[in-house]
């Protein structure tokens, strides 16, 4: 079995697939506020068609998939395909991300489908901020599900927090103090250029130096650790606490130089790096397993060392425009 690297020697043993380009909220971050016009059903890939496509994966040496959107849980066959993919040979961590509006509702039957990790977007914990953030989401039902799931006994439940200038940056205590009583590793992730335009970037970035700046302030002692699973956070524990928090940074540190995955949109695209524009349509190849991996490996060889994301002196980057989509139609 010949295993996917880049041409910069970087083995790609994980896929993120998005399963829908579909969302019941309005992000501030992931979509403009009035919305995005959502691709026709046929545009989408089929369960079939996904299945094969994380089979041939398999058959190149990936064994970690997270599956995103979108919202994933708007399709009513996700736990089927979650199952599916559960039983292809190989494949050994299987995770989602979710907004959690419907995680009561849906996270039992995803455990014993074979989901192992649970991603679970939750930018704050007050109630007319959450529906701010989110242009009309209910918070209640988020914390409903976060609360079915930790009884489920996941392998790991993280909670995502992109923090924004001026809407929660405030809240970093409250979620470092989250950590106390709850086995949850509260990621914040820094606020990214993609669907958004550079002023209102840099007018709502914030560093996550800021984390530790909130923990020394407040006397607040932790320790690094080593959590398994796939992403690029940074992790940590406060003494005495069940959960930990973890740090993604792609602007003030960047973590490219150790990039392992590939993304799958909705409608059947490689994309090698978030970022930039380049993609490739690989939807017809699915069932060709030769063509398929020369696709997959020509998205490789194109992929760049580093995404340069808000890079300073844009007259150093070269033949590239950043990626159309918005984040929901990436998968993140």
Not at 25 to 34: D, G, H, I
Not at 43 to 68: C, H, P, W, Y
Not at 238 to 253: C, N, Q, W
Request: aromatic fraction near 8%; glycine fraction near 6%; proline fraction near 3%.
């Amino acid at each position: 079995m010949e295993k996917l690297y880049d041409r910069y020697n970087r083995l790609h043993d994980y896929v993120r697939l998005s399963i829908t380009d579909r969302c019941n909220l309005r992000c501030v971050y992931c979509m403009p506020k009035e919305g995005l016009p959502f691709f026709p059903t046929d545009r989408v890939l089929s369960q079939d068609e996904i299945v094969q496509l994380i089979q041939n994966f398999a058959d190149m040496g990936v064994s970690k998939v997270r599956i995103t959107g979108g919202e994933p849980l708007l399709r009513t066959d996700v736990v089927e395909i979650v199952h599916r993919i559960h039983e292809i040979e190989g494949i050994n961590d299987i995770s989602i991300t979710t907004n959690g509006l419907f995680l009561a509702k849906k996270a039992k039957a995803l455990k014993e489908a074979g989901l192992d990790r649970l991603n679970i977007s939750l930018d704050t914990f007050k109630a007319d901020r959450y529906k701010e953030i989110t242009r009309g989401g209910n918070i209640n039902q988020v914390l409903e599900g976060i609360n079915v799931a930790s009884q489920l006994h996941f392998k790991k439940i993280k909670l995502n927090i992109v923090l924004i200038k001026g809407q929660n940056d405030d809240e970093v205590l409250d979620f470092l103090y989250y950590t106390k009583d709850h086995d949850i590793n509260v990621r914040f992730i820094e606020f990214m250029p993609i669907g958004n335009s550079l002023k209102t970037w840099q007018k709502e970035y914030v560093g996550l130096k800021n984390v530790f700046d909130t923990c020394d302030d407040n006397g607040i002692k932790y320790h690094p650790i080593e959590l398994k699973g796939n992403g690029p956070s940074d992790n940590y524990q406060i003494e005495g606490y069940k959960g930990s928090f973890g740090l993604i940074h792609p602007i003030s540190s960047n973590f490219c130089e150790n990039c392992n995955r590939l993304r799958i949109t909705a409608d059947g695209y490689v994309k090698a790096c978030l970022y930039w524009n380049e993609e490739i349509d690989i939807r017809k190849a699915i069932p060709d397993k030769v063509e398929f991996r020369k696709l997959i490996q020509k998205a490789l060889d194109n992929k760049p060392l580093n995404h340069e994301m808000a890079l300073k002196e844009t007259d150093r980057i070269i033949d590239k425009a950043p990626t159309w989509r918005h984040m929901s139609q990436i998968g993140g």
